[in-house]
């Protein structure tokens, strides 16, 4: 952790600047020990499945600026997720009662010629023609390894244009061959927008800013209790939006793995506190969470009477689900601080936690604050875990685990991963809205729908009978940590 800085044009990685990791096997309270220590070491794997691009990270937030125009400044293969973007894009604009518009992706088309004579002036014309056809407030350019390796002068390149057009041309670099962590992406989007974007403030406001997804609106109601106004960041904002999110009051982050760096941003560099308690999932988080917010917003006695109201009406009700699943066991696979919050959530709905494989792991965040760590919370208040993997999305591993643990339900945070559980005839669960379990009803929303999920298995066990792993019987008896090598390989099978 240390001070940001806006006068560089790219973000330091997650590797370097918290020193994140992608593998580890051992239990949770283990990683949090080494975390804690500063003795965490990275486990490399001699094979590796797959993993995620942070330039499709960083595409994803700037995507859904509502008047910005994205240029991604690579291959077409790289344009290959504009589909799965604009989906989502249009999904969100009609749950918020928006009107329903395409995405505004542009693509430069690298081919093999320009990475010997340069793209620059393909890379020009590209950002001509999106202002032409889109009118953007403002266009963001995505790098590429393609532009990383042929080192395009894209920082030069965008300022030119931007005073040639009149709006900010931002260039965000985010080639997916810098960082291992795919969350890097968002730290490079985020350091675009505070960079360039962003503006001093004029006056402090009575709103606060929400880094989200493109999850549900579920801040309005408890911020306007107690005199505050919901601003949700980055998705469905307007340029005009961004540049003043320097005036809000506080800063809240639905997901610490996600909004590290804007948070850490905002505060060092315009003095928008943070609020820096993991977020609110699960009773005990819930209740730490809510006290954080009332101390930083000057409303600590209208946050207690909150939580009395909240334990009076979730309570009753979160008893009736323990006892309906009591004895369960459960699987998880989520990014790192969205995982932490579902096992908080699986905890205190009783199930057994049989282990998580999570995406990667942040031993610190941008603000350095130690309570911000949702695992060391999750073992502070439930307990250890005693199988916990951190991998990137290394199915291989994953399949292998879940073989041998065969819990009552798995839990995935991401598309794609559910499918391996559903194949070897385990209930699985995708929630793909992050805010869904947030707060008190959030444990109950999730307590539903685990039971639903359990009771309604025909479907699972159906396709097991009748599909196959790719997968041998040769690595399905193997140690699923045989390719993970380091100082972390600890077996608990």
């Not at 590209?126 to 953007?136: G, L």
């Not at 948070?263 to 609020?275: S, T």
Request: charged letters at 25%; proline letters at 3%; aromatic letters at 10%.
């Amino acid at each position: 952790m240390g001070k940001i800085n806006l006068k560089v044009p790219e973000v330091e990685i997650r590797e370097k600047r918290l020193g994140s990791i992608t593998g580890f096997n051992g239990t949770a309270g283990e990683l949090v020990k080494c975390s804690q220590s500063g003795k965490l070491k990275d486990s490399s794997r001699s094979f590796s499945q797959c993993m995620g691009c942070s330039s499709g990270q960083a595409f994803c937030q700037l995507s859904m600026i509502k008047d910005a125009a994205m240029v991604n400044h690579a291959p077409v293969g790289c344009a290959g997720d504009f589909f799965g973007f604009n989906f989502v894009y249009r999904v969100g604009q009609t749950e918020r009662n928006l009107p329903s518009t395409n995405g505004r992706y542009f693509n430069t088309n690298i081919e093999e010629k320009d990475t010997v004579f340069g793209a620059g002036e393909k890379l020009k014309a590209t950002v001509r023609t999106a202002y032409k056809r889109a009118n953007p407030k403002a266009i963001f350019v995505t790098t590429s390894c393609a532009t990383g390796i042929i080192g395009e002068d894209v920082e030069t390149e965008t300022e030119e244009l931007s005073k040639e057009l009149g709006i900010p041309v931002v260039a965000c670099f985010c080639e997916g061959f810098r960082s291992k962590i795919w969350t890097s992406g968002f730290d490079a989007a985020y350091h675009t927008i505070v960079r360039k974007i962003v503006k001093p403030p004029r006056k402090k406001t009575n709103k606060v800013n929400i880094i989200n997804f493109w999850g549900s609106h579920i801040f309005d109601d408890i911020l306007s209790r107690i005199g505050y106004e919901a601003q949700y960041v980055v998705p469905f904002s307007t340029v005009a939006d961004l540049e003043y999110i320097s005036e809000a009051a506080a800063t809240i982050q639905v997901c610490s793995t996600l909004g590290t760096y804007m948070g850490a941003a905002l505060e060092q560099v315009y003095g928008v506190p943070e609020i820096k308690s993991p977020p609110a999932y699960g009773i005990a988080g819930t209740d730490q969470w809510l006290r954080d917010l009332g101390k930083v917003l000057n409303r600590e006695k209208e946050i207690e009477e909150i939580i009395k109201e909240e334990h009076e009406r979730v309570i009753p009700k979160l008893n009736e689900y323990r006892e309906q699943l009591k004895g369960k066991t459960a699987y998880l696979t989520a990014g790192a601080a969205h995982g932490h919050a579902i096992i908080a959530l699986l905890r205190e709905l009783g199930l057994e936690v049989q282990g998580a494989a999570i995406f990667h792991h942040d031993p610190i965040y941008d603000n350095g604050d130690k309570a911000s760590d949702a695992l060391a919370q999750d073992v502070k208040n439930y307990g250890d875990i005693k199988n916990y993997n951190v991998c990137n999305k290394q199915s291989y591993e994953l399949v292998n685990i879940l073989n041998r643990v065969r819990p009552d339900i798995m839990i995935a945070r991401h598309g794609g991963m559910t499918l391996w559980g559903a194949k070897l005839g385990i209930p699985t669960l995708l929630i793909g809205d992050e805010q869904f379990g947030f707060g008190y009803q959030g444990v109950l929303n999730y307590a539903g729908r685990i039971a639903e999920t359990i009771d309604n298995k025909e479907f699972v066990t159906n396709l097991a009978k009748h599909s196959t792993m790719p997968y041998t019987k040769w690595w399905l008896d193997q140690d699923p940590f045989t390719f993970l090598g380091g100082g972390a390989h600890v077996k608990n099978y």
